[in-house]
C-alpha cells in the first residue's frame, strides 16, 4: 500500500513535530518545514499529495504561499491551519486556492480525518469487484445471490470500512474510527474478535470477498 505524502509547513517546532510523528502514525509519508522559502524550494522537486499550511508564518502569509503554488500549477489539495478563526479569514483562505481550513486549538483527530478525506477525493480509484455484494445501510444486511447475512451495526459499518478502501489495507486505527463512536476505549482484541465474527458470516455466502490480515497493520479486503 502506497502512503499518501504530505508536506506541513508550520513554523512552532513542537507542534511541525506533533503533527508530522502523528501523520507518520497514520501511514501518511510525511514531512515538516519551518518556512515558506523551504518549502517552495523542496517542492520544486516534486508535489505532495497534499499540504499542511499555517496561515501566520515568520516569511509569508500562508495563503500566499498556497496562491504561489496554484501559480506553479500545482492542484494540489492545501488545509490551512490558523488561530484566524473570523468568517473573512476563512472566506480568504478560500479563495486564496485552500480547500480545507481548521482552526487552532484542533484535535489531531480532525487533522487526520479531514487529509483522508481530502486525498481520498484526489486519488479515486476504480471500484473494487466485491463478487456481487450488496450493502444495505437500513436493515444492515449484506447480500449476495439472492442469499442475505445479517449484521450488526458494528460490524456493518467494519465492512463498508474495508469495501470503501478498495482492496488496499485499512488500519486498525482507522477501523475502529469508522466503526465506534468518537472516543469509545476500544481494545484491540475487541477489534479482532469483531473480524473473526465478519469472517464467519461472510463464509455464509457463495463467493464472498476474504478479510484479510496485514500484519502489524491492520485488515484488507480481497
Known amino acids: 500500500m502506497l502512503s499518501n505524502k504530505v508536506f506541513v509547513l508550520e513554523d512552532d517546532p513542537h507542534l511541525r513535530d506533533v503533527l508530522v510523528r502523528s501523520l507518520r502514525a497514520e501511514g501518511f509519508e510525511a514531512r515538516g518545514m519551518a518556512t515558506a522559502h523551504q518549502l517552495l524550494e523542496i517542492v520544486a522537486g516534486g508535489s505532495p ?17 498556497c496562491q504561489a503554488l496554484r501559480a506553479r500549477g500545482i492542484t494540489t489539495p492545501v488545509l490551512f491551519l490558523t488561530a484566524r478563526d473570523a468568517l473573512p479569514d ?12 481548521v482552526t487552532k486549538p484542533f484535535d489531531l483527530e480532525e487533522v487526520i480525518a479531514r487529509l483522508q478525506a481530502l486525498t481520498r477525493r484526489l486519488n ?12 444495505d445501510p437500513t436493515e444492515h444486511v449484506v447480500s449476495q445471490d439472492g442469499a442475505r ?7 456493518f459499518r ?3 470500512a474495508l469495501a470503501g478502501r478498495q482492496g488496499k489495507t485499512c488500519r486498525r486505527a482507522e477501523l475502529i474510527r469508522a466503526a465506534w463512536p468518537f472516543g469509545a476505549i476500544v481494545h484491540d482484541n475487541t477489534l479482532d474478535v ?12 457463495s463467493d464472498s470477498p476474504t478479510i484479510v490480515t496485514s500484519h502489524g497493520t491492520g485488515y484488507r479486503l480481497q
Open 90 to 101: 476563512r472566506l480568504a483562505g478560500f479563495s486564496a486556492g485552500g480547500d480545507d481550513y
Open 49 to 65: 499529495d497534499a499540504f499542511v499550511i499555517d496561515i501566520g508564518l515568520p516569511d509569508a502569509d500562508g495563503r500566499d504561499v
Open 124 to 135: 479515486p480509484e476504480p471500484a473494487l469487484e466485491l463478487a456481487g455484494l450488496s450493502l
Open 158 to 160: 467494519l465492512l463498508s
Open 194 to 205: 469483531y473480524i473473526a465474527r465478519l469472517r464467519r458470516k461472510l463464509r455464509a455466502l
Open 149 to 155: 447475512v445479517s449484521l450488526t451495526p458494528t460490524e
